[in-house]
């Protein structure tokens, strides 16, 4: 019976992270599916509700399959065949910990002011190959340019 419970912990885990991986993409500012900022930052935390909620399906999956395991291995009236803690049970917990991480920073996006508008980056031009710093520290004399530009000019 346990077994049959984890599993659909795990299979749920799994559906919700898919879900919340579609409304993650369609609530991230660089994609034009979703409409305006605002509901793009609530998707983003629905996104963020949904993979905390994947997180815990998981966390909770991996913790019931231990705790079972562990009763069983101590237990010195249980005669079949006892299991030990593997990989799978750790990589598990590592990622359900990292949905939950992952979650919560999505849920914590929209808390950005967005009453404040956002500064830009002045263009200043392209700067030049050789800098001011280069034509100083240079001992090699600058070559004259070809007066005549033909094709074996630039080689």
Not at 91 to 120: D, Q, T, V
Not at 136 to 151: A, G, I
Request: aromatic content about 12%.
């Amino acid at each position: 019976g346990y077994i049959q419970a984890c599993r659909g912990l795990m299979i749920s885990a799994v559906c919700l992270g898919f879900f919340g991986a579609i409304f993650g993409l369609v609530g991230m500012k660089c994609t034009k599916v979703g409409g305006s900022d605002q509901t793009k930052a609530k998707i983003a935390c629905l996104a963020g509700l949904i993979f905390i909620l994947s997180g815990l399906c998981s966390m909770t999956s991996c913790s019931l399959y231990a705790n079972r395991i562990t009763s069983e291995f101590f237990d010195p009236s249980f005669v079949a065949q006892k299991y030990e803690l593997g990989a799978a049970l750790f990589i598990g917990w590592a990622g359900a910990s990292l949905c939950i991480i992952g979650g919560s920073i999505f849920c914590f996006s929209i808390a950005e002011n967005s009453n404040s508008p956002r500064r830009g980056y002045a263009y200043n031009g392209a700067t030049s190959v050789m800098s001011s710093r280069t034509k100083v520290h240079n001992s090699v004399p600058e070559k004259t340019p070809p007066k005549h530009f033909d094709k074996n000019a630039y080689v």
